[in-house]
């Protein structure tokens, strides 16, 4: 083609249709986390036939529900019955503040801001229990509705309410390839479970939502060459391995941002223990230390929590150490409840942790709690002396720390750990028009195609909690715009 010449404005495609379909619906809807289950619910009530399926063996190993359990909302009953006077105004000022240059585009964001807090009192509706607001930055007051403890109740209340409207969900089903007609029409999706292929007509629709490519590090590599990020463990949905874009690529659908495959910034407990967030600032803020196997700390922690530096330290892991005095210290954002101490990771509590077996170590002394965590007793104690001095002299002559809390000095001494750094999400994204139906490369619907949740916000989502809100926002506009389609398979 000459350099000047336009481009072509369809692509040819030949029709992909298996020799039969083992079962048919409305609508097949691919990834069971927020946005698939807000869709199969809003579709089955909008009159279709539907049915969706799940790669992974739970409704609760999604994104969503290994997320922390914060949906941001402006103008909730919440809100307003907490005196809260919000609005989508504010809300949009709030996020758009941030200057990212990348950004959904206004014609999304405003949609997601548009839907005020329906989303959160939708979901409330359907039982998943929000118990405080708290205010995050960038949020100029608490919008942040909080779950208690985790997100699973998400997974687990809203697969109620399909199983209640008798929508069925197959688990351990992976979807492999999207079927098509001539006109590059989507006619239905082949799937695997248990070792058979199963074959499923979609007569009106398909709707990805089987999230981003934070488990393949096959993709990631594909479009970073940091290696960290690369060889990063998710901390995140492990089935989270791309499957959905490379079916939409195969058709032809156009992306953004897949160079943004996350960044390994924090410290994640490993995944036995309690999941989806990094250790919370506000831990630190509250005089909590991060030291290596050998014991040593390595870094000013008041600035940066873990990240890649804990790849050069011994065995690449870290640990957090403190005492009874600093997890009975109330440091948490305004609107989270007090008397329980700092938040030791976003949304959570030591007693939220102490739920998970093995993820809290406590000792009498600081060489019993090194033995138990694995880490040099000699190291640990030599650090934690070291540091009560810098405490009273409010000096960190090695890293440069400016806030220290009280000190180390109080037993039980507590560790969390191992720990390293992951990612938790990719920011690499379909593109969709207003009514959530995936573009091609030439900027056309592919018919019979939509996309929700992180595979279809063509951008970046900024702020706290405004992930699961476009996760429910657009999973429930991707079920209704679905169910009105005309059939045509």
């Known amino acids: 083609m000459p350099d000047n010449a336009c481009p072509p404005t369809s692509i040819k495609v030949e029709s992909c249709l298996p020799e039969k379909w083992d079962e048919e619906y409305d609508v097949v809807v691919i990834g069971a986390g927020l946005a698939g289950l807000s869709a199969a619910i809003e579709a089955k009530d909008a009159g279709a036939d539907v049915i969706l399926l799940e790669k992974m063996s739970s409704v609760t190993s999604s994104h969503s529900t290994r997320n922390v359990g914060n949906v941001a909302g402006a103008g909730s009953k919440m809100q307003a019955a907490a005196g809260i006077q919000d609005s989508p105004e504010l809300w949009r000022e709030d996020l758009l503040a941030q200057g990212e240059p990348r950004l959904m585009p206004l014609r999304l964001l405003d949609i997601l801001i548009n839907s005020g807090a329906s989303h959160v009192d939708w979901l409330q509706d359907m039982g998943v229990p929000f118990s405080y607001l708290c205010k995050r930055s960038p949020d100029s007051l608490p919008r942040g509705h909080i779950i208690e403890g985790d997100a699973r109740p998400i997974g687990i209340a809203l697969s109620q309410r399909l199983q209640e409207r008798g929508v069925k969900?197959?688990?351990?089903?992976?979807?492999?390839?999207?079927?098509?007609?001539?006109?590059?029409?989507?006619?239905?999706?082949?799937?695997?479970?248990?070792?058979?292929?199963?074959?499923?007509?979609?007569?009106?629709?398909?709707?990805?939502?089987?999230?981003?490519?934070?488990?393949?590090?096959?993709?990631?590599?594909?479009?970073?060459?940091?290696?960290?990020?690369?060889?990063?463990?998710?901390?995140?949905?492990?089935?989270?391995?791309?499957?959905?874009?490379?079916?939409?690529?195969?058709?032809?659908?156009?992306?953004?941002c897949l160079d943004d495959v996350g960044d390994t910034r924090e410290l994640f407990m490993f995944p036995d223990q309690p999941r989806g967030t990094g250790i919370s600032e506000y831990l630190i803020d509250a005089g909590a230390i991060i030291v290596n196997k050998d014991g040593k700390r390595f870094q000013n922690e008041s600035a940066t929590v873990g990240?890649?530096?804990?790849?050069?330290?011994?065995?690449?892991?870290?640990?957090?150490?403190?005492?009874?005095?600093?997890?009975?210290?109330?440091?948490?954002?305004?609107?989270?409840?007090?008397?329980?101490?700092?938040?030791?990771?976003?949304?959570?509590?030591?007693?939220?942790?102490?739920?998970?077996?093995?993820?809290?170590?406590?000792?009498?002394?600081?060489?019993?709690?090194?033995?138990?965590?694995?880490?040099?007793?000699?190291?640990?104690?030599?650090?934690?002396?070291?540091?009560?001095?810098?405490?009273?002299?409010?000096?960190?002559?090695?890293?440069?720390?400016?806030?220290?809390?009280?000190?180390?000095?109080?037993?039980?001494?507590?560790?969390?750990?191992?720990?390293?750094?992951?990612?938790?999400?990719?920011?690499?994204?379909?593109?969709?028009?207003?009514?959530?139906?995936?573009?091609?490369?030439?900027?056309?619907?592919?018919?019979?195609?939509?996309?929700?949740?992180?595979?279809?916000?063509?951008?970046?989502?900024?702020?706290?909690?405004?992930?699961?809100?476009?996760?429910?926002?657009?999973?429930?506009?991707?079920?209704?715009?679905?169910?009105?389609?005309?059939?045509?398979?």
């Open 307 to 489: 990240g890649k530096i804990v790849y050069k330290q011994p065995g690449q892991v870290a640990f957090v150490i403190f005492d009874t005095r600093i997890a009975t210290t109330d440091v948490v954002p305004e609107g989270a409840p007090t008397g329980r101490g700092p938040w030791i990771c976003t949304c959570r509590y030591l007693d939220d942790w102490r739920k998970f077996p093995g993820a809290v170590k406590e000792a009498n002394t600081i060489e019993e709690l090194a033995e138990k965590l694995g880490v040099n007793p000699s190291g640990l104690a030599e650090t934690v002396k070291k540091y009560n001095r810098c405490a009273d002299a409010r000096k960190d002559a090695d890293f440069g720390r400016t806030y220290f809390g009280p000190g180390i000095r109080k037993p039980p001494f507590i560790g969390l750990g191992p720990g390293r750094p992951m990612v938790f999400t990719c920011n690499g994204t379909l593109m969709v028009n207003e009514k959530h139906r995936v573009l091609d490369v030439f900027g056309r619907v592919i018919p019979g195609l939509y996309a929700a949740g992180d595979m279809g916000k063509s951008g970046k989502i900024v702020g706290h909690g405004t992930r699961l809100a476009w996760a429910c926002v657009s999973g429930r506009r991707s079920g209704k715009f679905a169910a009105a389609e005309t059939t045509r398979v």
């Open 169 to 256: 969900i197959l688990l351990e089903t992976r979807a492999l390839e999207l079927y098509r007609l001539a006109d590059n029409h989507v006619a239905g999706v082949k799937a695997e479970s248990k070792e058979k292929t199963i074959n499923f007509k979609a007569k009106k629709a398909v709707i990805l939502s089987a999230g981003d490519y934070s488990a393949s590090k096959e993709l990631k590599a594909r479009f970073t060459s940091a290696q960290e990020n690369i060889i990063a463990e998710t901390a995140g949905n492990p089935g989270n391995t791309g499957d959905g874009f490379r079916m939409a690529w195969a058709l032809g659908a156009d992306s953004t």
